[in-house]
């Protein structure tokens, strides 16, 4: 009995051994990969260091005392949060409405399934590219429908400072919505159609069964595309500084473009570094409240 005791024993050690040696290399690999240059970025915010590979010295904090005094950084910030929270309900309220459109089982919405990609597969440039031409005053096909309806002088969007933020949400919204619509299909198909098939029996209607069954059903992806999809419009550069470069008169210099404009128009890497700092720790709590208040509750 003893002999069997210390031989099962050892099984559940050797197998933690076993799982920890195979995650160790991943784990590895995201330190160098996330540890490495954020504890670098972290570094660089202390130092005064204008081009990256200059000589540098030691100032503390004072980077930080510049950045949280500084009402530019701060325009920036708010102007992030529009540029969030528009995307965010932009790309979800098409997204879903393409998804319930090519859920349907008729000819029209099994074709569409295909053609809904096509947004998502076009470079940025390219994104870039069409929708200036769309907009331009000269000779875009926005102007000149406006036109044939009684709108005289309308100019491009994009080089309105009211209109601009707006302009570049919605190109935004139509260039990355395909991901979400396609996720929110998929997980639509997982759903049991005997669900609705009961809700028809007792005399549910389409609206009541997408209120009661398929949206309560779907808000756990819905979470996570909020998350995910908030982050990752956060941190958007290229199709920002493509369209207005941040302007016209700093109308869409969101956070990570007032970095870019930090790092690689004033030089100022260290500056650039400390406003990524405070930057990551805002986002980080937005995030956090995000889940502490958005996440669906398991017992709903």
């Known amino acids: ?23 160790a290399p991943l784990a590895i690999l995201m330190v160098g990969v996330i540890g490495y240059p954020l504890l670098n970025t972290v570094l660089l915010s ?3 260091q204008g081009v990256v590979g200059s000589s540098s010295s030691f100032v503390g904090l004072e980077n930080y005392q ?18 969030l929270v528009g995307n965010l309900v932009v790309q979800t309220v098409i997204a879903f409405a393409t998804a319930l459109v090519i859920g349907g089982n008729g000819r029209w919405a099994r074709a569409s399934r295909t053609w809904t990609l096509f947004p998502w597969v076009i470079p940025t440039v390219a994104v870039a590219v069409i929708w200036q031409w769309l907009s331009n005053s000269n000779y875009g096909i926005v102007p000149k429908a406006a036109a044939a309806v009684g709108i005289d002088g309308l100019g491009s969007p994009f080089g309105d ?36 098939e009961a809700a028809r029996v007792d005399g549910a209607n389409a609206w009541r ?13 819905l979470f996570a595309l909020g ?60 995030a956090f409240f995000y889940i502490r208040v958005a996440r669906p509750k398991e017992d709903q």
Do not use: C
Request: glycine letters at 8%.
């Open 209 to 221: 069964m997408f209120w009661r069954i398929t949206f309560p059903l779907l808000q756990p992806i």
């Open 66 to 83: 510049r950045a949280l005094s500084d009402g530019e950084f701060w325009g920036a910030i708010g102007r992030s949060g529009i540029w």
């Open 227 to 286: 998350l995910v999809g908030s982050l990752w419009s956060f941190n958007i550069v290229d199709s920002i500084y493509l369209v207005t470069k941040g302007g016209p008169v700093d109308a869409t210099t969101t956070a990570p473009v007032f970095i870019y404009n930090k790092a690689f128009s004033e030089f100022r890497a260290s500056d650039a570094a400390a406003v990524s700092v405070i930057t990551i720790v805002l986002l980080a709590a937005v």
């Open 1 to 23: 009995m003893a002999l069997r005791s210390r031989a099962t024993g050892r099984r559940p050690r050797s197998r933690h051994l076993l799982g920890y040696a195979l995650v």
């Open 161 to 196: 400072s009211a209109l601009a933020m707006p302009a570049l949400i919605l190109m935004n919204s139509w260039h990355w919505f395909p991901l979400g619509a396609v996720v929110i299909y998929g997980a639509m198909r997982t759903i049991p159609v005997e669900i609705y």
């Open 46 to 48: 202390l130092q005064d």
